[in-house]
C-alpha cells in the first residue's frame, strides 16, 4: 500500500514515510546537538573564569537558569535517540516518529531561549543590562518572526502541503 503525498510526487508506504521522516528528524537533531554542545560548553567554562565572581545576583540567576536551559536542551535532543534504541525492534516507527517531533519542537524553544538568554547574559556582563534587555527583546522576536511567523506564512502560501507534527 503506498500513499501518494499530495503534489510532491511522493507514493511511498507508511513504513517508508516513516524511515524518510525519522531520518530527517536525525539529520535535524546532528544540527541541534552541535549548536547545543557549543552553547553548554561555553556555560560551563564560564563559572571557572576569574570574572564568574563578579557577577552579580541577576546575572548569576541567569546563568544558572542558561545552564538548566542547555542541559534540558541537551536532554531533549537525546530523548529521540533513546526512545529509537528502545523501541526500534517494536515497528512502532510511524509513533516514534510523531513523539520525536514533539520532542525537536520543544527542544527549539529551549535552544532558542537559551540562545537569547546567553546574549543578554554576555551583553550585560560587557555592556549593561539595558543593553542585555533590548538584545534579549530584539532576540525573541527574531526566534518568533523565523521560527514560528515565516512557516506559517510558507504553509499559508501552499494551503495544498502540510507541514507534519
Do not use: C
Not at 53 to 58: H, I, N, S, Y
Not at 60 to 72: D, F, K, N, P, Q
Not at 118 to 125: K, M, S
Amino acid at each position: 500500500m503506498t500513499v501518494n503525498d499530495g503534489d510532491r510526487g511522493r507514493n511511498e508506504s507508511p513504513d517508508s514515510r516513516a524511515d524518510r521522516n525519522w531520518n530527517e528528524l536525525m539529520q535535524e537533531l546532528r544540527v541541534m546537538q552541535t549548536g547545543t554542545q557549543i552553547l553548554t560548553g561555553f556555560l560551563l567554562a564560564v563559572a571557572f573564569q576569574p570574572r564568574f565572581a563578579d557577577l552579580d545576583d541577576v546575572q548569576r540567576t541567569l546563568y544558572v537558569a542558561l545552564v538548566v536551559g542547555a542541559a534540558t536542551a541537551t536532554v531533549l535532543a537525546l530523548a529521540p535517540v533513546g526512545l529509537h534504541r528502545l523501541l526500534f525492534h517494536q515497528h512502532r516507527k510511524p509513533e516514534l516518529v510523531r513523539v520525536a517531533n514533539r520532542l525537536v519542537k520543544a527542544d527549539l524553544v529551549v535552544i532558542g531561549a537559551v540562545t537569547v538568554g546567553v546574549t543578554a547574559l554576555i551583553l550585560d556582563v560587557t555592556l549593561n543590562r539595558t543593553a542585555a534587555v533590548v538584545a534579549a527583546i530584539i532576540g525573541v522576536i527574531v526566534v518568533l518572526v523565523l521560527w514560528v511567523a515565516l512557516p506559517i506564512g510558507l504553509k499559508r502560501d501552499r494551503p495544498d502541503q502540510t507541514i507534519s507534527g
